[in-house]
Nanobody
């Protein structure tokens, strides 16, 4: 069983920044792709970013490319999402997730590939 706990969300003005963190329990964190997803009110949850197990490859949704940066520290079992130049449309609950298969980037954008999820952290961007 893996427990994921997100933190770092909050209320910020448009153009502002936040750093989201996700701390993971479990002994195999360094073997798994980690992803960030978000769900805005009235919308389906969507892919935001993912990072390979060693951190060498990062993947982003087109809507956040150039503004968000995903990173990880395997020594701390933590994945981060630096969110810059925030827009009101970035308002959502942000979730981190651990991909089911070890050492696999296959379909990193698909929620179906992730089997452990955090409880989410709210990001609200005011205009």
């Amino acid at each position: 069983q893996v427990l994921l706990v997100e933190s770092g969300g909050g209320l910020v003005q448009a153009g502002g920044s936040l750093r989201l963190s996700c701390a993971a329990s479990g002994r195999t964190f360094s073997r798994h792709v980690m992803g960030w997803f978000r769900q805005a009110p009235g919308k389906e949850r969507e892919f935001v970013a993912a990072i390979s197990w060693a951190g060498g490859n990062a993947y982003y949704a087109d809507s956040v490319q150039g503004r968000f940066t995903i990173s990880r520290d395997n020594a701390k079992n933590t994945v981060y999402l630096q969110v810059n130049s925030l827009k009101p449309e970035d308002t959502a609950v942000y979730y981190c997730a651990e991909k089911r298969l070890e050492y696999s980037t296959r379909r990193y954008y698909s929620q179906d590939e992730y089997n452990y999820w955090g409880q989410g952290t709210q990001v609200t961007v005011s205009s």
